[in-house]
C-alpha cells in the first residue's frame, strides 16, 4: 500500500480539492496543524498581493472522524477567497473577459495552448499556476504526521537566492529548525537572510524576478526503502520526479552529486565502518543517504534549483498568437521571489514519498500495525 492522491481546481476558480488514499486509520489529525503549513507557504520576503488576499485553511469533507483517520480517503477542500473577484471570467459556462492572446516566456502558455488548442492562455494558467501547491502542502502535512510517528522528520531550507547564498554546513534540520522559522526567507543564517532580503528589493525595483536553490534534509529513515531491481522503483528516482514536478523547479540534486561528477572516485565515495552502538554507518554522506536507488541509513539530503518566476514587470518579447506579430508578454500580479515559499513544498513533497515508501515496505491498514512493522525491522537491523 502507498500514498495516492489527486488534485483539481484552478488558481481563481472556487477552490481547490484533493483526495488522499492509502492513509492509515487512527492517525491523529490536527487541522490547526495543516493550516499552520499553508501559512508558512504563503509566507517569504518577495510575494506578490495575492497573499494578502488569501488565507488558505483547510475544509476536511472525508476520512476523518473525531479527530483521526478512518481508513478511507481523506478529502480536503481548500476556498480561493480571490474567487468573488474573479466570478465573471472564472464562470464555468459565460463567456465573459478578455482572452489573453500574449504567452510568457518560460511559463506553460504557449505549450498548454498548442497542445490542448485553446483560444484563451487562461485556460492553461489557471490550472498550471503554482496556486495548485497549496493542495500539495496539505497532503505533505499529513505525510509529516505519518514520518513523525514513526521517528523521521523532513526539514526544508533556503541555499540561495539569486547569486546570494548560504555555504555553512548542516547536518541536521532540527537543529536549524528555530532560526529558519525566524528568517523571513527561510534561511537559517541571520546575515544571508539580510543580504538576500536586499537581492530581492534590487530585483523589484527593476521589475524583475529571483530563483534560487532549497536543501531539504530527512533524518531517521531507515536503509532499504526502494530498491535497484526495477529502474521505476528507486527511491532517488522519486524523490527528483516529485521536486521536479513543482512548478519551477528545473534542476534536482542528490546529496554532492554535482560537486562529484568532477572529483575522482576515491574523493567521493562515502567509507563504511561499524561499531556495536552505531551499527554500520560513514564518517561523510556524499551520497546524500542514498546508494543504488536504495536508502543507507544516513540523512537523506536533496537540493532544488529554481528558476525565477517567468511573471515579471520587465516583461519579455513573445508572439501573439492570434495576429502572429511581436508583442511584450502580459504582466499578470505575481512574485518577485517564491524560493522561501518553494522551500515549504520541497518539504511537502519530499514527505509525501518518503511516506509512500514506509507505508509501501512495511504495510498495515492502521498506524498500530504501521508501527510494530517498522519495530520489528529495527530489531531485526540490530541483528546484522
Known amino acids: 500500500m502507498s500514498l495516492?492522491?489527486?488534485?483539481g481546481g484552478e488558481s481563481h476558480g472556487k477552490g481547490l480539492t484533493v483526495i488522499i488514499d492509502g492513509i492509515p486509520a487512527g492517525l491523529k489529525i490536527n487541522p490547526e496543524r495543516i493550516n499552520t503549513y499553508l501559512q508558512k507557504r504563503q509566507k517569504g520576503y518577495g510575494r506578490g498581493g495575492r497573499m494578502?488576499?488569501?488565507?488558505?485553511?483547510?475544509d476536511i469533507r472525508g476520512g476523518i472522524r473525531r479527530g483521526e483517520t478512518t481508513g478511507?480517503?481523506?478529502v480536503i477542500f481548500i476556498e480561493n477567497r480571490d474567487w468573488i473577484n474573479w466570478k465573471e471570467k472564472m464562470d464555468p459556462f459565460k463567456v465573459?473577459?478578455?482572452?489573453l492572446t500574449k504567452p510568457r516566456p518560460g511559463h506553460a502558455d504557449l505549450p498548454g495552448y498548442l497542445k490542448y488548442n485553446r483560444r484563451d492562455l487562461r485556460d492553461v494558467l489557471e490550472r498550471s499556476s503554482a496556486r495548485q501547491t497549496a493542495t500539495r502542502t496539505a497532503v505533505g502535512a499529513i505525510a509529516r504526521e505519518i514520518l513523525e510517528k514513526l521517528g523521521v522528520y523532513v526539514t526544508g531550507f533556503v541555499r540561495q537566492i539569486g547569486k546570494i547564498g548560504f555555504s555553512g554546513e548542516v547536518k541536521s534540520g532540527k537543529a536549524i529548525g528555530e532560526k529558519i522559522?525566524?528568517?523571513?526567507?527561510r534561511c537559517p543564517d541571520e546575515e544571508t537572510t539580510k543580504?538576500?532580503?536586499e537581492e530581492i528589493e534590487r530585483a523589484k525595483q527593476e521589475g524583475d524576478t529571483l530563483g534560487g536553490v532549497i536543501e531539504v534534509i530527512c533524518e531517521n529513515v531507515v536503509p532499504g526503502l526502494g530498491t535497484y531491481v526495477q529502474w521505476d522503483r528507486r527511491l532517488d528516482a522519486h524523490l527528483a520526479f516529485s521536486l521536479m514536478s513543482i512548478q519551477a523547479i528545473k534542476a534536482v540534486e542528490i546529496g554532492s552529486g554535482i560537486e562529484n561528477a568532477s572529483k575522482r572516485g576515491s574523493e567521493v565515495h562515502d567509507e563504511i565502518f561499524y561499531s556495536r552502538d552505531k551499527g554500520y554507518f560513514r564518517k561523510t554522506n556524499r551520497a546524500g543517504g542514498i546508494e543504488g536507488g536504495t536508502s543507507n541509513g544516513e540523512n537523506i539530503v536533496l537540493r532544488a534549483y529554481m528558476k525565477p518566476i517567468p511573471?515579471?514587470?520587465?516583461?519579455?518579447?513573445?508572439?501573439?498568437?492570434?495576429?502572429?506579430?511581436?508583442e511584450f508578454a502580459f504582466f499578470e500580479r505575481s512574485d518577485v521571489c517564491a524560493v522561501p515559499s518553494a522551500s515549504v513544498i520541497c518539504e511537502a513533497a519530499v514527505s509525501i514519498e518518503l511516506a509512500s515508501f514506509y507505508l509501501e515496505k512495511f504495510g498495515g491498514d492502521t498506524m498500530d500495525e504501521l508501527r510494530e512493522n517498522l519495530y520489528h525491522y529495527n530489531e531485526y537491523l540490530k541483528r546484522k
Open 96 to 99: 465573459s473577459g478578455e482572452r
Open 72 to 74: 478511507s480517503p481523506v
Open 52 to 58: 494578502s488576499i488569501e488565507k488558505d485553511v483547510v
Open 181 to 185: 522559522e525566524k528568517s523571513i526567507v
Open 195 to 197: 543580504l538576500m532580503c
Open 311 to 326: 511573471t515579471l514587470r520587465k516583461r519579455l518579447h513573445s508572439v501573439d498568437v492570434e495576429s502572429k506579430k511581436e
Open 4 to 7: 495516492r492522491w489527486m488534485d
